[in-house]
């Protein structure tokens, strides 16, 4: 209980502080000028540093390929974002004091009358942007009802960019798309894979698009940045450790409950780690949430787990590009992530800790993966652990294998 009072006082100073800038405007960023394609993502969606500043994967990667092609693209970053301005990738524009004066005007009712209320109020908000910046299309991670609604009055096309796992058993793609009425969903979503698309029938069902273009970030990288893979390798050929990613999820404080585990991992995969020998090397990566949330906690807490090992790595695994860390990996360990996905294309085994994803809640996660081998369900016990990362050690496969490669193309078709 006291672990989530802290995490609502957190999460209120966060949204005040935010506001905050917001109404003063301050690092505002660009103004509201015309461009071909607007990007929206909030802070918690920027999960990497890249050129010293926070990159956002997925919309800064649509704004990379947009405008390699010659094509104008602004970012607005979702309330409320604190990281606007030249704080980030982009110079994000802030639109912190208008959303919250729309949300101050609603008070008055309550209830459903409360909740329309705000949403016609937001919807003007952005029909009054979308009007300043007239852009051909909008792409965002899980785009408003509000920015949507907006944009099918415009006529603009909006599609909400994968940024996690789709499958049958996340409300956001059944339960919400079979709730909300069509002109406050996207025209369509722009996924990873075929495993992603098979997991949006309710879209389909409604008569929304579901492309399959890849994953922007990793379509960048291998393109666009192959030396820097290969510069950044941290493993040697010859004699070396194995190379170990974990990587962390944010919201399991309930599950990771004892004091000593802090929410973040349990007490097997702890003692796991502690007891290794110096043949293993350690790379814990935080989730974005938890990186823009309550980074230096979490970065003390671990030190307070592991101290100050050499065989323990945290700053490069959290804050380098995801393609990046990948390339310099030989195993990956997760509770359930999304990047199980990732570490497959790149032929990085993983082991699911989770006991709910092998039989349970969470059984339609990862389906492809561990039908193909590069991914099981995995005993969270220190023993088992320890036996997979042995059997495992040398089981790594070529790289080169991400599935699709259609950014460029789709925003070639939508902006032209």
């Known amino acids: 209980m006291a672990q989530r009072r802290n995490e609502r006082a957190t999460s209120l100073k966060t949204v005040l502080i935010s506001v905050i800038n917001g109404c003063l405007g301050w690092r505002r960023g660009r103004s509201f000028e015309k461009v071909d394609l607007l990007l929206t993502c909030h802070d918690v969606d920027r999960g990497s540093i890249v050129d010293g500043k926070p990159y956002a994967q997925i919309t800064d990667s649509f704004a990379f390929f947009a405008e390699m092609l010659g094509y104008s693209t602004l970012t607005i970053a979702k309330p409320y974002s604190m990281l606007v301005g030249h704080r980030a990738h982009g110079c994000p524009v802030s639109i912190n004091?208008?959303?919250?004066?729309?949300?101050?005007?609603?008070?008055?009712?309550?209830?459903?009358?409360?909740?329309?209320?705000?949403?016609?109020?937001?919807?003007?908000?952005?029909?009054?942007?979308?009007?300043?910046?007239?852009?051909?299309?909008?792409?965002?991670?899980?785009?408003?009802?509000?920015?949507?609604?907006?944009?099918?009055?415009?006529?603009?096309?909006?599609?909400?960019?994968?940024?996690?796992?789709?499958?049958?058993?996340?409300?956001?793609?059944?339960?919400?798309?079979?709730?909300?009425?069509?002109?406050?969903?996207?025209?369509?979503?722009?996924?990873?894979?075929?495993?992603?698309?098979?997991?949006?029938?309710?879209?389909?069902?409604?008569?929304?698009?579901?492309?399959?273009?890849?994953?922007?970030?990793?379509?960048?990288?291998?393109?666009?940045?192959?030396?820097?893979?290969?510069?950044?390798?941290?493993?040697?050929?010859?004699?070396?450790?194995?190379?170990?990613?974990?990587?962390?999820?944010?919201?399991?404080?309930?599950?990771?409950?004892?004091?000593?585990?802090?929410?973040?991992?349990?007490?097997?995969?702890?003692r796991a780690i502690k007891n290794s020998d110096e043949k293993i090397k350690w790379h814990i990566r935080m989730h974005p949430v938890q990186m823009r949330k309550n980074y230096k906690k979490i970065y003390s807490d671990l030190l307070l787990m592991f101290g100050d090992s050499k065989k323990i790595d945290i700053d490069d695994a959290t804050l380098n590009p995801l393609p990046i860390v990948l390339s310099s990996m030989d195993l990956h360990i997760t509770y359930h992530s999304t990047v199980v996905i990732e570490a497959g294309w790149m032929g990085i085994p993983s082991a699911i800790l989770c006991p709910y994803v092998e039989s349970g809640n969470y059984s339609s996660y990862y389906q492809s993966e561990r039908k193909s081998g590069i991914a099981e369900c995995v005993k969270y016990s220190e023993i088992e652990i320890c036996e997979w990362i042995d059997i495992k050690a040398n089981e790594r496969k070529n790289l080169n294998f991400i599935p699709m490669d259609g950014v460029a193309d789709f925003l070639s078709i939508n902006l032209r």
């Not at 409360?114 to 899980?142: D, E, H, S």
């Not at 499958?167 to 075929?194: A, C």
């Not at 409950?257 to 349990?266: I, V």
Request: with cysteine; proline share 4%; glycine share 8%.
């Open 97 to 270: 004091g208008k959303s919250l004066l729309m949300t101050l005007l609603s008070y008055s009712l309550l209830g459903i009358q409360r909740r329309q209320l705000v949403l016609t109020l937001k919807t003007r908000m952005w029909i009054n942007l979308l009007r300043k910046t007239r852009p051909k299309l909008v792409v965002g991670v899980q785009p408003s009802e509000d920015l949507c609604a907006a944009c099918k009055i415009l006529g603009i096309k909006v599609y909400d960019a994968q940024h996690g796992v789709i499958n049958s058993q996340h409300p956001w793609y059944t339960t919400r798309i079979k709730m909300l009425e069509k002109r406050l969903l996207p025209n369509g979503f722009l996924v990873w894979d075929e495993t992603s698309k098979h997991g949006l029938s309710a879209a389909k069902e409604k008569g929304l698009d579901v492309l399959v273009i890849g994953h922007p970030e990793f379509i960048r990288y291998r393109h666009e940045k192959k030396s820097r893979f290969d510069a950044t390798r941290i493993i040697t050929e010859g004699q070396r450790p194995v190379h170990v990613l974990i990587t962390l999820q944010w919201g399991l404080g309930d599950i990771f409950s004892a004091p000593e585990e802090k929410g973040l991992m349990g007490n097997e995969l702890i």
